[in-house]
């Protein structure tokens, strides 16, 4: 079986893609599959992944891309892959399409091969992905449109531009998954929230993102007890949820730390609500490579996952557990999915503080709890382990091509 993938990016743009390239190396181990073709965009300021063992075919990103419009990178980057598979599909048994731009190559494609998107967030109703409104899950354009301008600062003198252009994005990509002849989810909350929303293919499943810790990881060493978090500081990921509970956790247990792996537009209002609340007892740490994060991860009380929106899926979610590091997370989207409240971690409401600092106080206290769950979360990690991922995937091939035949 020829398997031609088409990507949105060939280097290590974030979890999204690393989650793609490593179906795509899972398929190259499979029995039953001859050749694997992908076609993607290849920025040449992100390092492009080695694909071994896979046929690599480049897109160059338009000139100026920087200074365009989403709406018209998304036109001129839909028509430059679907070019480029277009010679590529002709032997293809199956065409995957792994995230929105790649989806939106495949209309102009139009293969004899069976076609699969596989959908990783909320492209399919929202225009800006997020499908999010502060701490509110959005119930869509029609009425919600004035609000989301409003949260994100676009409103003002261009609003009316700013609303149009949304718009005309959202019919654009609305229909489009529809026209594939299977869609694949990365969690069942991400099919249940479309279902009914959006026309779907009648062939739909969900198979998780693979993830696979592929470095020889040595646990830090703390002392005290300690919690990390590893996230981009931005608004959803509810990192002052985690900041605030240590304000309540350094009262009876003046030792405890939180460690935070990562940078963004929030971390000088973080740094300063952490002064505030819990001095000496935050570390931001920016940017660090992945074998400090997983170090950090492996060493800790716990994994922090604060998150206020629906998270599509939650990669750190399954690391922590392949680390045998609990999770405390939010109930909210593909955390609530993973985690087995009481069993591999624990979840409590976004946004709730004074319940995740109850949450860590009681995991601290009790290290029988903690070592039931790294086992367990061990256990259940297994279930997203490349290799079954990787077989997941060539069941459906295999079936939508029979089914072609």
């Given at each position: 079986?020829?398997?031609?993938?088409?990507?949105?990016?060939?280097?290590?743009?974030?979890?999204?893609?690393?989650?793609?390239?490593?179906?795509?190396?899972?398929?190259?181990?499979?029995?039953?599959?001859?050749?694997?073709?992908?076609?993607?965009?290849?920025?040449?300021?992100?390092?492009?992944?080695?694909?071994?063992?896979?046929?690599?075919?480049?897109?160059?990103?338009?000139?100026?891309?920087?200074?365009?419009p989403d709406f018209v990178i998304d036109l001129l980057i839909e028509r430059r892959l679907a070019n480029?598979?277009?010679?590529?599909?002709?032997?293809?048994?199956?065409?995957?399409?792994?995230?929105?731009?790649?989806?939106?190559?495949?209309?102009?494609?139009?293969?004899?091969?069976?076609?699969?998107?596989?959908?990783?967030?909320?492209?399919?109703?929202?225009?800006?992905?997020?499908?999010?409104?502060?701490?509110?899950?959005?119930?869509?354009?029609?009425?919600?449109?004035?609000?989301?301008?409003?949260?994100?600062?676009?409103?003002?003198?261009?609003?009316?531009?700013?609303?149009?252009?949304?718009?005309?994005?959202?019919?654009?990509?609305?229909?489009?998954?529809?026209?594939?002849?299977?869609?694949?989810?990365?969690?069942?909350?991400?099919?249940?929230?479309?279902?009914?929303?959006?026309?779907?293919?009648?062939?739909?499943?969900?198979?998780?993102?693979?993830?696979?810790?592929?470095?020889?990881?040595?646990?830090?060493?703390?002392?005290?007890?300690?919690?990390?978090?590893?996230?981009s500081l931005a608004e959803a990921k509810g990192i002052g949820t985690a900041v605030q509970a240590m304000?309540?956790?350094?009262?009876?247990?003046?030792?405890?730390?939180?460690?935070?792996?990562?940078?963004?537009?929030?971390?000088?209002?973080?740094?300063?609500?952490?002064?505030?609340?819990?001095?000496?007892?935050?570390?931001?740490?920016?940017?660090?490579?992945?074998?400090?994060?997983?170090?950090?991860?492996?060493?800790?009380?716990?994994?922090?996952?604060?998150?206020?929106?629906?998270?599509?899926?939650?990669?750190?979610?399954?690391?922590?557990?392949?680390?045998?590091?609990?999770?405390?997370?939010?109930?909210?989207?593909?955390?609530?999915?993973?985690?087995?409240?009481?069993?591999?971690?624990?979840?409590?409401?976004?946004?709730?503080?004074?319940?995740?600092?109850?949450?860590?106080?009681?995991?601290?206290?009790?290290?029988?709890?903690?070592?039931?769950?790294?086992?367990?979360?061990?256990?259940?990690?297994?279930?997203?382990?490349?290799?079954?991922?990787?077989?997941?995937?060539?069941?459906?091939?295999?079936?939508?091509?029979?089914?072609?035949?």
């Amino acid at each position: 079986m020829h398997v031609l993938g088409i990507t949105d990016h060939l280097g290590n743009i974030g979890g999204a893609e690393i989650s793609a390239y490593t179906i795509l190396l899972g398929l190259t181990n499979h029995h039953s599959i001859d050749n694997v073709t992908v076609v993607g965009v290849d920025d040449p300021t992100v390092p492009r992944f080695e694909f071994d063992d896979i046929t690599v075919v480049p897109v160059q990103p338009p000139p100026g891309s920087n200074r365009l419009p989403d709406f018209v990178i998304d036109l001129l980057i839909e028509r430059r892959l679907a070019n480029a598979a277009r010679k590529h599909a002709a032997d293809a048994d199956i065409v995957h399409a792994h995230h929105r731009r790649s989806a939106l190559a495949l209309t102009h494609l139009n293969p004899q091969a069976p076609t699969i998107t596989t959908v990783r967030d909320f492209w399919p109703v929202c225009p800006i992905s997020i499908y999010h409104i502060g701490g509110e899950c959005c119930t869509g354009c029609d009425d919600r449109l004035a609000d989301c301008v409003s949260h994100q600062e676009w409103d003002g003198v261009g609003e009316s531009v700013t609303k149009a252009y949304l718009r005309a994005k959202r019919r654009h990509q609305h229909s489009v998954l529809a026209d594939s002849d299977a869609a694949v989810f990365i969690a069942k909350h991400l099919q249940e929230r479309l279902d009914g929303t959006v026309p779907l293919p009648e062939r739909t499943t969900t198979i998780y993102n693979p993830v696979d810790i592929d470095v020889d990881v040595v646990p830090e060493q703390f002392d005290d007890p300690t919690f990390v978090t590893a996230s981009s500081l931005a608004e959803a990921k509810g990192i002052g949820t985690a900041v605030q509970a240590m304000g309540y956790l350094v009262d009876e247990y003046p030792k405890s730390q939180l460690v935070i792996c990562g940078d963004g537009p929030l971390r000088a209002e973080l740094e300063a609500l952490a002064a505030d609340v819990a001095p000496d007892a935050v570390q931001f740490r920016g940017r660090v490579d992945i074998d400090s994060v997983y170090g950090a991860m492996a060493g800790a009380t716990a994994t922090l996952f604060p998150s206020v929106w629906d998270e599509p899926f939650g990669r750190v979610t399954v690391e922590s557990m392949m680390l045998g590091t609990p999770v405390v997370g939010s109930d909210v989207g593909g955390i609530a999915e993973v985690i087995d409240d009481g069993e591999t971690g624990l979840l409590v409401p976004p946004a709730d503080e004074t319940t995740l600092a109850e949450a860590l106080r009681g995991l601290i206290g009790d290290e029988h709890q903690r070592r039931q769950m790294e086992q367990a979360g061990r256990e259940q990690a297994q279930a997203f382990e490349p290799k079954r991922i990787a077989e997941e995937h060539v069941e459906l091939y295999q079936s939508l091509a029979n089914m072609s035949q």
